[in-house]
């Protein structure tokens, strides 16, 4: 049978051997296709066979009349839809933010802080905005991430960002001030 018959076969019994048949001959070029976007060999081969999974069902449902430019559209839509997911989780190194929050309370000179110092930054933190007070205290008085805050004060991730930058911004200016 060739592919054509092949795909009509698979169609109306569901016999995944005639799937594989099919498939199989397009496994390194839907392989390059995934690592084009993916641009990860293991992430690639899993792509691969998670699209194989998917063409189970969308086979018997769709009519395709050329397998080949078919298969290579929709391993190109699968590893785009994977980096829109991918993109949607944030990843945040800690190394940065602990040498953030040393560096803006300094921290590391903290012998050289002395009781007054220490009212002074509590004064300033109730200073701000609701939001950037307890985003600040949340991020660095209580040592928590990003996502920990966004999900305790149903703030979006990037608001968290921004009310912790701003606050950050603004407990500045008041220390200088004061």
Known sequence: MDEKQLLQYY????????????????????YGVCYKYLQDAEHSQDAVMQIFDELIEKLRIYEVDNFKSWVYVYARNFCLMQLRKNKQVTKVDIEDNLFESEKVLNLEDEKKWNEQDFEKLESCIAGLNAEQEQCIRMFY????????IADITGYDIAKVKSYIQNGRRNLKICMEKK
Do not use: F, R, T, V
């Not at 040592?143 to 920990?148: F, I």
């Open 11 to 30: 169609k109306q019994s569901g016999n995944l051997d005639a799937l594989g048949k099919i498939y199989a001959p397009y496994m390194s070029l839907l």
């Open 141 to 148: 008085l209580e040592q928590k991430c990003y996502k920990d």
